[in-house]
């Protein structure tokens, strides 16, 4: 594993940079309409979605729902399909106790003191109804639930395709059925504001190819109800991330769909948005520089970190707890860097029993970003690593599985217990990944975004999933995007609609 | 010292708290124009009038300043007066070494990885300059450097007067002198704007009462050369910190002036400036809840730090390097709350002998926010210390004082040579207030505000000081905002004239 295959590694996930067009709202009066919508839906991942669907079922008509892209989901269908959810059917099977008090009080630990407890809240009270509403739309589970890191018990289901596509499918088709009308190749690119600085319309570019600004044609479309902005987040927006941090370059691995450029959020805050947090954008810290994007590693290592160790490939000792919230886990990585600074990724150790039990990790050895290795002796070998360290450190790890008490790291061992470290063993690599901004526009329980000279939401505003800034504070856990993005939806829907 | 009198102190400081108003961008076109100048510097503190007295001795022209508040200069006024620069005088007669890159590499540290290094460097590379441009006005300083936490060197120059006012007194003085145009009561209201979203003129409201938002009257004013936003942070906006961070409520205190609510910032995202680091809210260490604002005690523990000790009065104990940067230490400090999660102040102890060499002893004695004791025994008694403990802790420090290492948290002994802790003891309560805000909008090294769609910089439009964001990352070092704020408004001004 040269130098070589690693840079091209981090360099394939951010190949495709767009710099995103010149948006610009104007005053609404004067306009010629093109088309009246009641209600219009800007982006068809998670959140465009579950709102779609929640505003049809309470009686809504004429929704569209605007996409950028050629393809729907946007970078909800290429995620990694997990949903976290309290008091869910696979809970009360395996017997977990929980609650979404218990939910919220991980969430705002990760948040470390200024996450968004109301937001956090609702979304936790209602992420079963969001989960039944995929599971009503044909989506299927791993009959299994999985602990994340951050999480305090196991609540996270996932796909069976191990990926977000396995929600937004069904979803997307759940919209056909009930009626809602989908433009894809339609982008968002402007509001058309009220005397008071209200929304009253949007423009959308029709027939647009992304990176080709001027192509396509300008609509006009009069919107009666309201706009939910559902566009995600920002990660590959090179300038912008860089902007609140420098070393967020574009040889940085981005494991977002390439539409992640975030110029609807820029443009909310062009009409009196509040930017919040803009400066939290978290890395994944379950990525391997040996793939573009979020690829396969992301997938099986989430799935295997309780039962492993991550190690320093100069020491052999492991560095961190393996199932931390990520912003812990990815500085941990990240201190790993050589005397130069480059990278050095760390190994993740697994003993192939247990990681075979994932259908991951038949791809991970496929497609070359995945080792497997007879003993201790030919992984420390072919990786350089020192071996008496390496043996005693497995040995030492041993004894936490036997005993259910990590006493390097404080990890919680309740998932790897009986599950020991032992040959013959899988390897992949890891270096943190961009993976979602935790900043983005203000907006309340109700998804109303607000003005930031008075406070109060801005007429017809509404937003909803990544786009939005503040719900997670300084680092989310994982698999608690879905959630939010679908219950936040939801609510927009029905705060329209109430 | 009760509860009540806690509370009392900590409620002073947001007693005055506005709502800003609603200020509203449009286009230029058709407008009937009141007045032109060339150049337009919102803010009369140390960035715009640095931006003024440069334009000026440029051959600038038709300058003029607008200042909501009926006073000028801002928050800089109140401000400790405190001013950093490399290779000063000051630093010659003492004979310290000292670089630009050795103060851009302390605040880089204290940045923790996202500061803006090329505007960093600018500043230390330029601060001599702007401290010449203060002398030359006539500001006169202590005849001796203070090592502020987080400096590696002593470089930090303070006004007589320990004030910042005894900088904008001078500087605004010289203003008048070269003629500039000083226009108080008078509200920035926003931009109004040629077709490509430039710059074409603002809106301001002259006749203005801070809090009264539709009082006086609306003048429209023709911009030839620039607009330089220089209106500084927005502690004292209640609503936008808690956006932020909800901890940052109205019961937090401040050491803000209260005018500083940053509805100009808002203003510049709303025509489309990048909002950075807005997250990043910087309290002060070495304020005391036993006083609003500022106050005496924080000039006094600034200056004190380094030969004091802060300890818990729970168990007589350091917690903290006293001069470890900002965040460092008003983490420590927040950390100290008692099992309630009520505030619980540390106690900062100096021995008499050292505070006395500082103007504000007096003040803070005077006053009643210092108290002085005979003996360690009468100390711990009135606190409610543990002796024991508290005896030892002294003893043990002691000892770093003579060897010149700190064994419990390595704080720099430097400045602490030869001055033991010894009765008779001044003692203050420490507790963060806001003080500073790192984020606002992004601008380039020259002062150029750049447009979140486009990466280049807004036609005309340009900040410097608080207003700006990303400069110091997640905490700024004291004494580091004087010689930003006088050297970006400097930079502003050479840009434009250029």
Same mark, same amino acid.
């Given at each position: 594993?040269?130098?070589?295959?690693?840079?091209?590694?981090?360099?394939?996930?951010?190949?495709?940079?767009?710099?995103?067009?010149?948006?610009?709202?104007?005053?609404?009066?004067?306009?010629?309409?093109?088309?009246?919508?009641?209600?219009?839906?800007?982006?068809?991942?998670?959140?465009?979605?579950?709102?779609?669907?929640?505003?049809?079922?309470?009686?809504?008509?004429?929704?569209?729902?605007?996409?950028?892209?050629?393809?729907?989901?946007?970078?909800?269908?290429?995620?990694?399909?997990?949903?976290?959810?309290? *008091?869910?059917?696979?809970?009360?099977?395996?017997?977990?106790?929980?609650?979404?008090?218990?939910?919220?009080?991980? +969430?705002?630990?990760?948040?470390?003191?200024?996450?968004?407890?109301?937001?956090?809240?609702?979304?936790?009270?209602?992420?079963?109804?969001?989960?039944?509403?995929?599971?009503?739309?044909?989506?299927?589970?791993?009959?299994?639930?999985?602990?994340?890191?951050?999480?305090?018990?196991?609540?996270?289901?996932?796909?069976?395709?191990?990926?977000?596509?396995?929600?937004? +499918?069904?979803?997307? $088709?759940?919209?056909?059925?009930?009626?809602?009308?989908?433009?894809?190749?339609?982008?968002?690119?402007?509001?058309?504001?009220?005397?008071?600085?209200?929304?009253?319309?949007?423009?959308?570019?029709?027939?647009?190819?992304?990176?080709?600004?001027?192509?396509?044609?300008?609509?006009?479309?009069?919107?009666?109800?309201?706009?939910?902005?559902?566009?995600?987040?920002?990660?590959?927006?090179?300038?912008?991330?860089?902007? +609140?941090?420098?070393?967020?370059?574009?040889?940085?691995?981005?494991?977002?769909?390439?539409?992640?450029?975030?110029?609807?959020?820029?443009?909310?805050?062009?009409?009196?948005?509040?930017?919040?947090?803009?400066?939290?954008?978290?890395?994944?810290?379950?990525?391997?520089?040996?793939?573009?994007?979020?690829?396969?590693?992301?997938?099986?290592?989430?799935?295997?970190?309780?039962?492993?160790?991550?190690?320093?490939?100069?020491?052999?000792?492991?560095?961190?707890?393996?199932?931390?919230?990520? $912003?812990?886990?990815?500085?941990?990585?990240?201190?790993?860097?050589?005397?130069?600074?480059?990278?050095?990724?760390?190994?993740?150790?697994?003993?192939?029993?247990?990681?075979?039990?994932?259908?991951?990790?038949?791809?991970?050895?496929?497609?070359?970003?995945?080792?497997?290795?007879?003993?201790?002796?030919?992984?420390?070998?072919?990786?350089?690593?020192?071996?008496?360290?390496?043996?005693?450190?497995?040995?030492?790890? *041993?004894?936490?599985?036997?005993?259910?008490?990590? $006493?390097?790291?404080?990890?919680?061992?309740?998932?790897?217990?009986?599950?020991?470290?032992?040959?013959?063993?899988?390897?992949?690599?890891?270096?943190?990944?961009?993976?979602?901004?935790?900043?983005?526009? +203000?907006?309340?329980?109700?998804?109303?975004?607000?003005?930031?000279?008075?406070?109060?939401?801005?007429?017809?505003?509404?937003?909803?999933?990544?786009?939005?800034?503040?719900?997670?504070?300084?680092?989310?856990?994982?698999?608690?995007?879905?959630?939010?993005?679908?219950?936040?939806?939801?609510?927009?829907?029905?705060?329209?609609?109430?």
């Amino acid at each position: 594993m040269g130098r070589r295959n690693f840079i091209k590694g981090m360099a394939a996930a951010s190949a495709a940079v767009a710099t995103p067009a010149l948006a610009l709202s104007e005053p609404a009066k004067g306009i010629k309409w093109d088309k009246q919508v009641d209600i219009a839906i800007i982006g068809s991942g998670f959140a465009g979605l579950a709102a779609a669907i929640e505003a049809k079922r309470l009686g809504g008509n004429n929704i569209e729902i605007f996409e950028k892209m050629a393809v729907y989901g946007g970078n909800s269908a290429i995620n990694g399909g997990l949903f976290a959810a309290p *008091n869910t059917p696979l809970q009360a099977k395996e017997g977990r106790k929980d609650s979404p008090d218990t939910m919220v009080a991980d +969430q705002l630990k990760a948040g470390r003191g200024i996450a968004d407890e109301k937001i956090l809240r609702h979304v936790a009270e209602h992420a079963m109804e969001a989960l039944q509403m995929t599971l009503d739309a044909g989506a299927e589970y791993h009959p299994y639930l999985q602990q994340l890191g951050g999480h305090s018990v196991p609540r996270t289901y996932q796909t069976t395709v191990s990926c977000g596509g396995g929600i937004t +499918q069904p979803l997307l $088709k759940e919209c056909k059925k009930l009626g809602v009308t989908l433009s894809n190749r339609t982008k968002f690119e402007g509001f058309l504001l009220d005397e008071q600085g209200g929304v009253e319309g949007i423009k959308v570019r029709r027939g647009y190819y992304f990176g080709k600004e001027d192509g396509g044609n300008l609509e006009h479309i009069k919107v009666g109800k309201g706009v939910i902005v559902a566009t995600g987040g920002f990660a590959q927006n090179i300038n912008l991330r860089m902007a +609140q941090d420098p070393t967020l370059t574009s040889e940085v691995g981005c494991t977002n769909a390439k539409g992640a450029t975030g110029e609807a959020m820029l443009e909310m805050f062009r009409v009196g948005a509040v930017p919040v947090h803009m400066a939290h954008i978290q890395s994944g810290p379950w990525a391997s520089p040996d793939e573009g994007g979020f690829g396969y590693v992301s997938n099986y290592s989430i799935y295997n970190f309780p039962h492993s160790i991550a190690v320093d490939r100069r020491t052999g000792l492991r560095f961190m707890d393996e199932i931390a919230d990520r $912003k812990t886990r990815a500085d941990a990585q990240l201190e790993r860097r050589d005397e130069q600074g480059n990278p050095n990724p760390p190994l993740m150790i697994t003993s192939y029993k247990q990681s075979k039990q994932h259908p991951t990790a038949k791809k991970v050895l496929k497609y070359g970003v995945g080792w497997k290795f007879d003993s201790v002796e030919a992984l420390a070998e072919h990786f350089g690593v020192p071996l008496a360290p390496l043996k005693q450190q497995i040995e030492e790890y *041993n004894g936490y599985v036997k005993t259910g008490v990590d $006493k390097q790291f404080g990890k919680n061992m309740a998932k790897a217990k009986g599950k020991y470290l032992e040959a013959p063993f899988t390897v992949v690599r890891l270096w943190p990944k961009v993976h979602y901004c935790q900043g983005g526009v +203000q907006i309340n329980p109700r998804a109303e975004v607000l003005n930031s000279m008075t406070g109060k939401p801005i007429s017809k505003l509404f937003a909803a999933g990544e786009v939005t800034g503040g719900t997670h504070g300084v680092s989310r856990l994982g698999s608690c995007s879905i959630p939010e993005c679908m219950v936040m939806g939801m609510t927009a829907a029905r705060t329209i609609l109430a």
